[in-house]
């Protein structure tokens, strides 16, 4: 983790949790601009880490908004990777994604469903 937090900047990373879309876009920009960087030298060690750094802090963090910066990171992750992308994404990207995503359906459908069985009764 120590060696992530040393590849990306602090700023980088409180621009990611940030509550303003604009911050959490440009911070994934600059991110994004890292992973190619780190690609493309083909240090795939650190692009591990990094996924790892924004899965376990950001995508599965309590809060909405490093929730959001870590899908974001994600997703600049992949751009950055381009043609390495295949080899991070089933264990590193994808599954934090998807589990992400089921939880986050859990808690919608739910309040959904009961509104819909009271419309049909």
Known sequence: MA?????????VLRNLSDKLY?????????FEGIVKQLASSGDHEK???VINLLTTEFVYSPQANHRKGGLIGLAAATVGLT????????????????????AHFILIRKPL?????????
Request: charged fraction near 20%; glycine fraction near 2%; aromatic fraction near 2%.
């Open 22 to 30: 604009e911050k959490r876009k440009n911070a994934a920009l600059e």
């Open 47 to 49: 692009i591990s880490l």
């Open 3 to 11: 060696d992530a937090l040393s590849v990306i900047p602090a700023s």
């Open 113 to 121: 469903n009961n509104v819909c069985h009271g419309i049909v009764i």
């Open 83 to 102: 043609s390495e992308a295949a080899q991070h994404l089933e264990a590193r990207i994808n599954l934090p994604l998807i589990s992400f995503l089921l």
